[in-house]
């Protein structure tokens, strides 16, 4: 497991190896807290952007369906990290909550974050590969797009190689968008993004990243929050832009 030291060497650190690892981000109580507006949310809604499994469940567009946790979410060692990564004109492109049950069977390959939630389909040059899912679009952009994304995932159980944290190849961002067999499998240098309760990864969308089944019988539940720098050209927008106050 990798933790940054020094809040100075964030950014360098994530462009240099595509992820970082911060614990005690959060207090158990703000946790906590967290997961109890979650649990009343969950009680009360039928909402068709919530996804349910036996493997998984998964509410899209987190903080529009849940706007009242934003609070929540961006204390003031959040706000400081993304002050420290982005600067003062990030905002917020996608989020998602996971719950990968305790008996999930649920695994992922490893993989690229290839494409982006936009506003609309629309022709514009370099950005292909479109889809659409419960009304939302979703396209592949020019690289230089997913250069500029920083994903966070704050992690509210503690997660370990035995309940599906991340498997990461470091450094694997810099080389654009590639095939997985260019990495050259047998030589990676796999580390499992072990995270505890209330802290923080940071990683590049273009790191290659897996995640394994469930086998301790222990919740995952995860906030993954993407956030940009940079416009959308033409009448293309973010579909979630959402700037933190």
Same mark, same amino acid.
């Given at each position: 497991?990798? +933790?940054?030291?020094? $809040?100075? =060497?964030?950014?360098?650190?994530?462009?240099?190896?595509?992820?970082?690892?911060?614990?005690?981000?959060?207090? *158990?109580? !703000?946790?906590?807290?967290?997961? &109890?507006?979650? =649990?009343? *949310?969950?009680?009360?809604?039928?909402?068709?952007?919530?996804?349910?499994? %036996?493997?998984? @469940?998964?509410?899209?567009?987190?903080?529009?369906?849940?706007?009242?946790?934003?609070?929540? +979410?961006?204390?003031?060692?959040?706000?400081?990290?993304?002050?420290?990564?982005?600067? &003062?004109?990030?905002? /917020? +492109? %996608?989020?998602?909550?996971?719950?990968?049950? $305790?008996?999930?069977?649920?695994?992922?390959?490893?993989?690229?974050?290839?494409? +982006?939630?936009?506003?609309?389909?629309?022709?514009?040059?370099?950005?292909? =590969?479109?889809?659409? %899912?419960?009304?939302? @679009?979703?396209?592949?952009?020019?690289?230089?797009?997913?250069?500029?994304?920083?994903? *966070?995932?704050?992690?509210?159980?503690?997660?370990?190689? !035995?309940?599906?944290?991340?498997?990461?190849?470091?450094?694997?961002?810099?080389?654009?968008?590639?095939?997985?067999?260019?990495?050259?499998?047998?030589?990676?240098?796999?580390?499992?993004?072990?995270?505890?309760?209330?802290? /923080?990864?940071?990683?590049?969308?273009?790191?290659?990243?897996?995640?394994?089944?469930?086998? =301790?019988?222990?919740?995952?539940?995860?906030?993954?929050?993407?956030?940009?720098?940079?416009?959308?050209?033409?009448?293309?927008?973010?579909?979630?832009?959402?700037?933190?106050?």
């Amino acid at each position: 497991m990798m +933790i940054v030291p020094d $809040e100075r =060497n964030y950014s360098s650190y994530v462009e240099e190896k595509g992820f970082a690892i911060i614990n005690a981000v959060f207090t *158990l109580e !703000e946790v906590n807290a967290i997961i &109890d507006e979650i =649990n009343q *949310l969950v009680a009360t809604s039928n909402n068709n952007s919530f996804r349910r499994t %036996k493997d998984l @469940f998964a509410i899209r567009q987190f903080l529009k369906e849940v706007p009242s946790i934003e609070a929540k +979410i961006f204390n003031e060692n959040l706000k400081r990290i993304l002050y420290t990564l982005l600067g &003062d004109t990030y905002f /917020v +492109i %996608k989020s998602i909550y996971f719950d990968k049950p $305790e008996t999930s069977n649920w695994f992922v390959a490893y993989h690229q974050d290839l494409t +982006i939630s936009v506003n609309k389909k629309e022709d514009v040059k370099g950005f292909s =590969n479109w889809t659409v %899912k419960q009304n939302q @679009f979703s396209v592949q952009p020019p690289v230089n797009y997913l250069e500029q994304i920083t994903t *966070l995932r704050i992690h509210l159980d503690d997660t370990t190689e !035995e309940n599906g944290a991340l498997k990461i190849i470091p450094k694997s961002h810099k080389k654009g968008i590639i095939r997985l067999e260019e990495l050259n499998l047998n030589e990676r240098n796999e580390i499992s993004c072990n995270v505890a309760k209330g802290g /923080v990864m940071i990683m590049k969308p273009l790191l290659f990243h897996a995640s394994n089944r469930t086998t =301790n019988a222990s919740r995952r539940r995860v906030i993954h929050i993407e956030f940009s720098t940079m416009e959308l050209p033409n009448s293309l927008s973010w579909a979630e832009k959402n700037s933190i106050n």
